[in-house]
């Protein structure tokens, strides 16, 4: 999917019928409402032209095509195109300099960042990476089992689904979770992505942190078990749920739809993902800092954390150079980024992706981080 301009009569007859069709962009006769200025500018630029081309996450796609839409109608000589081809694909462009920017559900590593790993992209000679923290959402695990409304999992027991290890929806320790519900014989269809994918990352670093003694993979963004059904994408998933019975999967939460989503225990409670308590464990996380610069604004999520929390969450990250070879790509990523970041695009991204925006402090810093980029 590419996201470009279309003519803003379009976008509001799109608009008017689901918010989540976002892909309407910039106003073609200049005459459109530019977005309200948000922390320390708007989303406008006089200056910017050209096309501003971004590939990666598919967990975030509804938030880049609502950021798309409004970066544009406030830029109309820009063209936002943004693929949502996983994580590793947008990774990978971005080292080869087929993209601008990635959209990344796992930062880059430290030396994925550095400069000698970058010789390809379009980062100047001596320039390394920066990721900055543009979307946050909780993880859901989704599934379609006839005749069974509400599900309650803890972290050994959806290691053991998801490794193959239970095979059956009335397994015992199913069953144990679910006291007075009648769950049927039906074989569990696990499904995973694909494709090489933060999302899978992070779900597979929640097993593996909170019920290592089943989950003995390492965290990857590529599936380390035999067995299960595999999907291209956050949409494979979904639709590979949607179309079984018996069927488990994991996505962004903003895509489960009319799917069932099981609770997840958290210390002494199960509790749904939310906005709120995804939000919560990213406030709450510590940083990774080591061999980083200032403005590579990375998050160890806490998988432990108890309350009010829910820890099967998802950080995507925006991927940029700090410094570009080409400063008009460099303004363009810096415009662009810089109100992805800020107050008024995450609310703009609320209203369509149900994400749960940055908080006013890590706001405030990555759109500081983003306005560096030279």
């Known amino acids: 999917m590419k996201i470009s301009r279309l003519s803003v009569a379009a976008c509001a007859a799109v608009a008017s019928l689901s918010l989540g069709l976002s892909a309407c962009a910039a106003n073609e006769g200049g005459s459109g409402t530019e977005p309200a200025a948000s922390g320390s500018g708007s989303a406008g630029t006089a200056s910017l032209t050209g096309t501003l081309t971004g590939i ?8 880049q095509e609502t950021w798309a839409a409004a970066f544009q109608t406030a830029n109309p000589d820009v063209t936002v195109n ?10 990978d462009a971005f080292a080869g300099g087929g993209a601008d920017f990635a959209g990344s559900d796992r930062a880059l590593t430290a030396e994925e960042a550095s400069a000698a790993s970058l010789s390809s992209s379009r980062c100047a000679d001596g320039s390394a990476a920066i990721d900055l923290p543009i979307y946050v959402s909780p993880i859901a695990v989704i599934y ?8 309650k999992l803890d972290a050994e027991t959806l290691a053991g689904i998801f490794k193959g290890d239970i095979k059956t929806w009335d397994d015992a320790k199913i069953k144990a979770l679910n006291e007075g519900a009648t769950l049927p014989s039906t074989n569990i269809t696990a499904v995973h992505r694909a494709d090489d994918s933060g999302t899978t990352e992070n779900f597979t670093d929640y097993l593996h942190t909170v019920a290592p003694s089943v989950w003995d993979a390492e965290p990857d963004g590529e599936w380390a078990y035999e067995g299960g059904e595999a999907a291209p994408q956050t949409s494979g998933v979904v639709d590979a749920v949607t179309n079984g019975n018996g069927t488990i999967g994991y996505a962004d939460a903003s895509k489960a739809g009319d799917l069932g989503v099981a609770e997840i225990k958290v210390g002494d409670k199960f509790l749904a993902p939310s906005a709120e308590a995804a939000a919560a464990v990213i406030d709450n996380s510590p940083r990774d800092t080591e061999g980083r610069s200032a403005s590579d604004i990375v998050v160890k999520i806490d998988r432990k954390a108890e309350g009010d929390v829910y820890p099967v969450v998802l950080l995507s990250y925006a991927i940029a150079c700090e410094k570009y070879e080409d400063p008009a790509v460099a303004a363009k990523v810096k415009g662009y980024l810089s109100y992805v970041a800020s107050a008024k695009g995450q609310q703009d991204a609320v209203a369509t992706a149900k994400m749960a925006p940055l908080s006013e402090k890590l706001s405030t810093e990555v759109e500081a981080a983003a306005a560096k980029i030279s």
């Open 82 to 91: 943004y693929s949502p081809d996983g994580s590793g694909a947008g990774r």
């Open 144 to 151: 379609k089992l006839d005749g069974v409304d509400d599900l």
């Open 56 to 63: 990666g996450a598919s967990s975030a796609a509804t938030a």
